[in-house]
């Protein structure tokens, strides 16, 4: 069975301070991990995911297998990252995604000016 | 990008009817779809995941005679709540993948569904 966690259902910052959005997950096999995030009134779209290693809108997630953690960054939030996030996590077979995801509760992130 | 667009948006139906959900990939052939319920304040449940021209996989717990998922192209799929009931009120969502998308989905912008 697959499973992703997150901790905060809600997290407040101030413009310009860090932020970590915890994502911890239990699978078996091999996962693919995602971050999904969802503005106000639109659809849920990609922000990234581990295998690309990229960094979006400056946002980053490291894998972390040894921990089984998936935690997103950002050094220095902007008011307009305020938003849904959600982690989710997809099995890996010989190397192609499964497609079928399972989401964390996801984190409501609010960044006060 | 590629889009996924869902229609209606909201509906509201009668107890005891049935009502029927549409998801469309606009500009790109879906090979894969998937349905998902979400709850208030909860996150996203996969209900069922279909593949074009095969009957759809339904997640454990979820009665495939009550939520009934068509795909019958490459870019439709639908999801049909029959005999509705308040509890089925929910709100819909589904994504697809794509022949030469790799592997992210693309969702639709859901539907809200209440059953009075």
């Known amino acids: 069975a697959q499973r992703v966690t997150q901790p905060e259902k809600l997290l407040s910052v101030f413009k310009g301070a860090p932020v970590e959005l915890k994502c911890n997950y239990s699978?078996?096999?091999?996962?693919?991990l995602f971050w999904y995030v969802q503005y106000s009134r639109q659809r849920l779209q990609l922000l990234l995911r581990?295998?690309s290693r990229e960094s979006i809108k400056g946002f980053t997630a490291d894998l972390n297998k040894g921990e089984t953690s998936f935690h997103l960054k950002k050094p220095f939030a902007q008011e307009e990252d305020s938003a849904m996030y959600y982690c989710?996590?997809?099995?890996?077979?010989?190397?192609?995604?499964?497609?079928?995801?399972?989401f964390g509760q996801g984190t409501i992130l609010t960044v006060h000016p | 990008g590629a889009v996924v667009s869902q229609h209606p948006s909201r509906v509201i139906c009668k107890s005891g009817t049935s009502v029927k959900i549409e998801c469309r990939s606009l500009d790109f052939q879906a090979t894969t779809m998937f349905w998902y319920r979400q709850f208030p304040k909860q996150s996203l449940m996969l209900m069922a995941t279909s593949n074009e021209g095969s009957k759809a996989t339904y997640e454990q717990g979820v009665e495939k005679d009550k939520f009934l998922i068509n795909h019958a192209s490459l870019t439709l799929s639908t999801l049909t709540v029959t005999s509705a009931h308040p509890e089925d009120s929910s709100f819909y969502i589904c994504s697809a993948r794509g022949r030469g998308l790799g592997t992210e989905a693309f969702f639709g912008q859901g539907t809200r569904l209440t059953v009075v």
């Open positions: 699978y078996s096999g091999s996962p693919e």
């Open positions: 989710a996590l997809s099995g890996l077979l010989g190397g192609t995604s499964y497609g079928k995801l399972t």
């Open positions: 581990h295998i």
